[in-house]
Structure formats: C-alpha cells, structure tokens
C-alpha cells in the first residue's frame, strides 16, 4: 500500500518569507509526528498529533512554526518569516497506535522536504 | 528529557565482517529502542527494535541487544554486504500510549568495503 507521502520534495525559500509543507499518512494512522533534520544529524522531534489534537509541540523551535492536522488525516506544518537556521530537511512519521494502544507502534517516515532558505 | 549518545560516528568494514554500532540512553523509563537506516536522500527505514522487557532480538544478519542496567542498546550486523552502507540511527522512546516521539542519536555512516 502507499506509504508516507511529502509535498513539496524540495523547497527553496527567501529569507522572510513563508513556506507550508504537506504531509500525507498512512491511511487510518492515528499517529502523526513532525521532526526536524539538520545535515548530518539525527532527527530531532518537533510536534505530535493523535487524530486532530496536536499533544505536544514542546520542540517546535519558536512560535514562527505552527502545525495543524485539522481532520485527523494530512497534517500541514508552516513556518512563518522564514530564516537561514531553517534550513533542514522536515520529515513527518505516522503510526497506527494512539490513545488505548498497549505497545509502540513502528513510526513509518516520508520522504521528506528539504527546505533551503537563502 | 531522553538524550542519546551513538558511536562511532563512522565506521568502515570488510564485506563479510561485522559491524557493531552502540548507543546509551538516560531516561531510564525510555521502554523502547528501533533502529533506522537511512541511505543517502532517502527516508529513515527500520530495520530492527527491541523493547525493554527483553534482552536480545535477532532478524536473519541483524540482532540488536539491550542492557537496560547500563542503559546501552548496540546493533550488530553479520556477513556485511556492500547494500547495507547508509547512515544508521539508534532511537529511544518511552511508550506512553501514543506520543511515542523518539530521541534519535546522531547516526553512524558506515561503509562496506568490497
């Protein structure tokens, strides 16, 4: 089946301005996680959704990042005013589990969008 | 919060050695631990995990042990070949009935040798 899907692959962006990236789970995944990956590191967490609710966005890095997943499905993170240090490639993750689940679920990741701000 | 430390940050093999890639964590609530494989602009993809309640797991030429008193996890890859060269992630999570968020390490490249 289809996986985990990102649009746009790569984006370029000037410096100011803002940016939107989509994310496409997997079908009927309750879980929806967003994180952030510098060149040459690991990824790092940014928020968490479970359906529609976003349960934590304790690493998003300032409040020029918003994330929303309105109905529970796609899930749209926006960063506003865009700067150099945000260049990275965003990448989302979905699992099945969510509330009630007794055991992780494995976290299925996309492929990604590069952001580049110049 | 969780912080997860992962050496080497470079590893170089034979083909048909081993590779062995370890990791500490220091959340001692943290319950589960995947492994991802990342090839070069490509999405992270796991390929083994263990969780706390056992020790050892084994998936044909992958295991992954776990030594939850030390708090370090370790990859071991046997008979290596030359298509599992990629950057490779250790992560940790405590399994809290959904926000699951995983604390990654900062990778090893390694590469197969033919």
């Known amino acids: 089946g289809a996986g985990v899907s990102q649009s746009p692959r790569y984006k370029v962006a000037k410096r100011g301005q803002d940016v939107a990236l989509r994310c496409d789970p997997i079908?009927?995944?309750?879980?929806l996680f967003w994180y952030q990956q510098a060149l040459g590191q690991g990824p790092e967490f940014l928020t968490y959704f479970q359906n529609e609710a976003q349960l934590d966005k304790s690493g998003l890095p300032s409040d020029r990042f918003f994330a929303e997943r309105p109905e529970g499905s796609v899930s749209t993170l926006k960063i506003q005013r865009t700067q150099q240090e945000d260049s990275a490639v965003y990448l989302c993750a979905s699992s099945h589990s969510g509330r009630g689940a007794l055991s992780t679920d494995t976290q299925y990741f996309g492929p990604g969008t590069r952001l580049t701000v110049l | 919060g969780e912080n997860v430390e992962q050496h080497p940050s470079t590893l170089s093999v034979q083909e048909g050695d081993s590779a062995v890639i370890k990791c500490t964590y220091s959340d001692s609530a943290s319950n589960y631990f995947p492994w991802y494989k990342q090839e070069l602009g490509k999405r992270p993809q796991l390929i083994i995990d263990i969780r706390s309640n056992v020790g050892e797991k084994k998936d044909q030429r992958i295991a992954v042990t776990l030594n939850k008193t030390a708090k370090h996890f370790s990859l071991h890859i046997t008979e290596t070949q030359p298509e599992d060269s990629a950057v490779y992630f250790c992560a940790a999570t405590l399994s809290n009935f959904g926000n699951e968020k995983l604390t990654f390490g900062t990778g090893t490249r390694l590469t197969i040798i033919p």
């Open positions: 079908s009927g995944h309750v879980s």
